[in-house]
């Protein structure tokens, strides 16, 4: 059921806490019983089929579900009464004629009682898809918040997010970290992209600083490199990371963000070069 039919049912369906809802609940059942029994009363003068009951069941499963299971009995005695003194010769009369009557009525309230239980159950299935659905649109619209605002840390920052599985050799790029290595945004991901974007005279001792990490199990990885990006260009990243372990410490999962520094590397160099420029003169 989607969210909009939900919401349609519900406007109709007073809330079981309030008092206000529950004199509305009680109330609704005993009118809507009313209605149906004064339009089986008018019905009768034109039309004897002999089963007043027939069409009462109505009223009883119409309360159940707008109300609950309470104004389904309301509506189940009110029926049987009026039933009893309006509709069942002799007319306007309490008691049973014969036993066929009384078998007759004992039936209607029997399953009165069953159509009312059903009635309770499918109007506490409604509250709780509409509890399920509200839940489920609410995580929505955070994880939508969550990732609007990670792209935009990721244009100030200019990085991005990634996460490596370890146990199943998958790994995720944020649109950032795609940007920051030139990749189409909907490059597929993984480690051997990453290892090819590194630069053969680091790739060894970055590969190498990796697997160190991971053989003592360690937790945190710091380390600033070279890397040529889809389009050719070089750029200085720094990496963060964090490695997860498993209760048997076996490596599980490491997440990270890759920030450009190659504006900052490249003032630090053109310092250095005016530094010794400075020292010869």
Same mark, same amino acid.
């Given at each position: 059921? /989607?969210?909009?039919? *939900?919401?349609? *049912? !519900?406007?109709? *369906?007073?809330?079981?806490? @309030? ?20 339009? +089986? ?13 027939a069409t009462l069941f109505i009223p009883i499963a119409l309360s159940a579900f707008h109300g609950g299971l309470g104004p389904g009995i309301v509506s ?27 078998? %007759? ?8 009682? !069953? ?5 309770? %159950?499918?109007? =506490?299935?409604?509250?709780?898809? /509409? /509890?399920? %659905?509200?839940? @489920? +649109?609410?995580?929505?619209?955070? !994880? #939508?918040?969550? $990732?609007?605002?990670? &792209?935009?840390?990721? +244009? ?6 990634? $996460? ?13 970290? &795609? ?7 909907? $490059? ?6 990453? $290892? ?13 600083? #990796? ?8 937790? =945190?990885? @710091?380390?600033?490199? &070279? ?9 200085? *990243? ?8 498993? @209760? ?9 963000? =890759? ?5 900052? +590397? ?7 070069? =005016?530094? %010794? ?5």
């Amino acid at each position: 059921m /989607s969210m909009i039919d *939900i919401r349609s *049912i !519900l406007r109709i *369906i007073p809330q079981p806490a @309030s008092r206000h809802n529950t004199v509305w609940r009680y109330s609704g059942a005993v009118l809507v019983t009313l209605g149906f029994i004064a339009a +089986r009363w008018l019905l009768g003068h034109a039309i004897d089929d002999g089963v007043p009951f027939a069409t009462l069941f109505i009223p009883i499963a119409l309360s159940a579900f707008h109300g609950g299971l309470g104004p389904g009995i309301v509506s189940v005695l009110v029926t049987m009464v009026l039933t009893d003194y309006l509709l069942i010769p002799p007319v306007y009369t309490l008691g049973f004629p014969d036993t066929k009557a009384l078998v %007759a009525t004992l039936m209607f309230a029997i399953s009165g009682l !069953l159509i009312s239980a059903l009635g309770e %159950a499918s109007r =506490n299935a409604v509250f709780q898809a /509409s /509890s399920e %659905a509200e839940v @489920s +649109r609410t995580v929505r619209q955070q !994880l #939508l918040a969550n $990732e609007e605002r990670l &792209r935009i840390i990721e +244009r100030v920052v200019a990085g991005g997010v990634w $996460e490596w599985d370890i146990v199943k050799d998958n790994v995720y790029w944020s649109d950032g970290y &795609r940007r920051l290595y030139d990749y189409p945004l909907d $490059e597929t991901p993984s480690r051997e992209k990453w $290892e090819m974007s590194l630069l053969p005279e680091d790739r060894d001792r970055i590969v190498g600083q #990796l697997e160190e990490l991971l053989r003592e199990k360690l937790h =945190n990885w @710091s380390v600033e490199h &070279r890397a040529r990006t889809a389009s050719g260009r070089i750029r200085w *990243i720094a990496t963060q990371g964090q490695v997860f372990y498993d @209760s048997s410490g076996k490596p599980k999962r490491m997440v990270g963000m =890759n920030l450009d520094i190659t504006a900052r +590397r490249l003032a630090q160099d053109a310092s250095r070069e =005016n530094e %010794a420029r400075a020292h010869l003169a």
